[in-house]
């Protein structure tokens, strides 16, 4: 995921992010016979705006604003959608929803936080993963949920706070 990583990392035409995230929406649903209805699409696309998690009251008064059926029931079952797809990741200490760049792969969603700027980047799981896997079953536990969030300075606002050649 270095790619993705990089890419949040130094300023960037997130426009690109979002068209790529749409495209890739699009050809998962084609292939597993979903449907991208208008009001799953446009919450991607508002969930995309940045690289900041959206809550879902957030989502849901956007997407009434621009007259859609913005009933509770109607914004939970799109974001259903998106998580079951994949599209979406669930960023639990902010309670928030997150576009995922690599929705084609299928992953955990292991995040790092900004404290400053509350960018959320996704970092490569398997090998974190793996371990947790390996030290839960030594206690005879079955994993089934992992959160895994840190919090941070991202390196964008850590050079803005040391202030070097910024
Ligand atoms: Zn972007
Ligand atoms: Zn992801
Ligand atoms: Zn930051």
């Keep these: 995921m270095d790619h993705q990583e990089s890419h949040t990392h130094s300023s960037h035409n997130h426009n690109d992010c979002i068209e790529t995230a749409l495209a890739t929406a699009e050809t998962l ?10 009001v799953r699409r446009r919450a991607l696309e508002l969930i995309w705006q940045s690289h900041r998690p959206l809550g879902a009251y957030q989502l849901l008064a956007k997407l009434a604003e621009e007259g859609f059926n ?3 029931p109607t914004v939970y079952r799109a974001l259903d959608f998106l ?6 990741h669930k ?3 902010m309670n928030a929803y997150l576009g ?6 299928p992953h955990k969603g292991y995040f790092l936080i900004c404290d400053s700027c509350h960018n959320v980047m ?3 799981y398997q090998d ?8 839960a079953a030594r206690h ?27």
Excluded: W
């Excluded at 998580?83 to 979406?88: E, I, K, M, R, Y």
């Design 29 to 38: 649903c084609l292939e597993q016979g979903q449907r991208l209805t208008k």
């Design 70 to 72: 913005s009933a509770p």
């Design 83 to 88: 998580l079951a797809a994949g599209l979406v």
């Design 91 to 93: 960023v639990e200490s």
């Design 100 to 105: 995922c760049a690599h929705a084609d792969k």
């Design 122 to 124: 996704e970092f490569d």
């Design 128 to 135: 974190v993963h793996t371990s947790l896997l390996e030290k």
């Design 140 to 166: 005879g536990f079955e994993l089934r949920a992992e959160t895994i969030e840190l919090t941070g300075l991202c390196a964008k606002c850590k050079m803005a706070s040391t202030g070097a050649n910024a």
